[in-house]
């Protein structure tokens, strides 16, 4: 298994460009999530989903969407970038919501550091 | 969300056991107690988790007070790949509380 891949590596955008940050994970899970890592600080969850069809908000959802055709894949999509959105994107997922069986171990993927200018 | 606290820092040596603790005194009774930790320029890695008893696993072993309002991390023999940042995690069983919140975690300096 692959586990949980993202691309790109590095990114650097202009102020008002768009993109999307790629997520995809080999594992069959059905959870996957979003987060940002600026320095100093911890991880902030900025979308989830808890299956293909369904996402929902995190902590910091502003600037961002998401969509979860297949369970593979989750998307990352800034919309109009800004400088505050510059940080390092880490995409996770796992094999069942904590919720309802207390295992949920997340696997991460590798990052995307992006800078916006 | 129920919050934790752990020590911005600690430092060991190689070898050497090592205890990372974290305090959860707003825990609740169905809050589990999971611990992740990043090494330099990765993304976090799960390392235990836990509800009321000890926990082993090959990686560590987590210690649960009995009034669960702290846990400890136990890495039984640091090394020099243990270098990272320590994150101390409350979940949530149960609802629609499916997401980590991370702290700031401690960060551990291993000496050789």
């Known amino acids: 298994n692959a586990g949980v891949t993202q691309t790109p590596k590095f990114q650097v955008l202009k102020t008002g460009q768009s993109m999307t940050l790629q997520c995809a994970q080999d594992?069959?899970?059905?959870?996957m999530s979003w987060y940002r890592q600026d320095p100093g600080m911890g991880l902030r969850l900025i979308h989830y989903s808890v299956g293909a069809g369904i996402t929902d908000q995190g902590e910091v959802p502003n600037g961002y969407n998401v969509s979860r055709s297949t369970t593979e894949d989750f998307p990352l999509r800034l919309l109009s970038a800004a400088p505050s959105q510059t940080s390092v994107y880490f995409c996770a997922s796992s094999y069942s919501s904590p919720g309802v069986t207390g295992i949920g171990e997340q696997f991460f993927g590798p990052g995307t550091r992006l800078t916006v200018l | 969300d129920a919050k934790t606290t752990q020590p911005n820092s600690m430092e060991s040596n190689e070898e050497e056991p090592v205890h990372l603790p974290c305090n959860h005194s707003?825990?609740?009774?169905?809050?589990?107690i999971h611990w992740y930790r990043q090494l330099p320029s990765q993304g976090p890695e799960y390392v235990i988790h836990g509800l009321t008893s000890n926990v082993n696993n090959r990686m560590a072993s987590l210690a649960i007070a009995e009034d669960r309002k702290s846990s400890t991390l136990i890495l039984h023999r640091a090394t020099l790949r243990d270098a990272a940042v320590y994150y101390c995690?409350?979940?949530?069983?149960?609802?629609?509380?499916?997401?980590?919140?991370f702290g700031k975690g401690t960060l551990l300096t291993v000496n050789p």
């Open positions: 995690i409350l979940r949530a069983r149960g609802g629609s509380n499916y997401k980590l919140t």
């Open positions: 594992m069959n899970h059905e959870y």
């Open positions: 707003t825990i609740s009774g169905t809050d589990y």
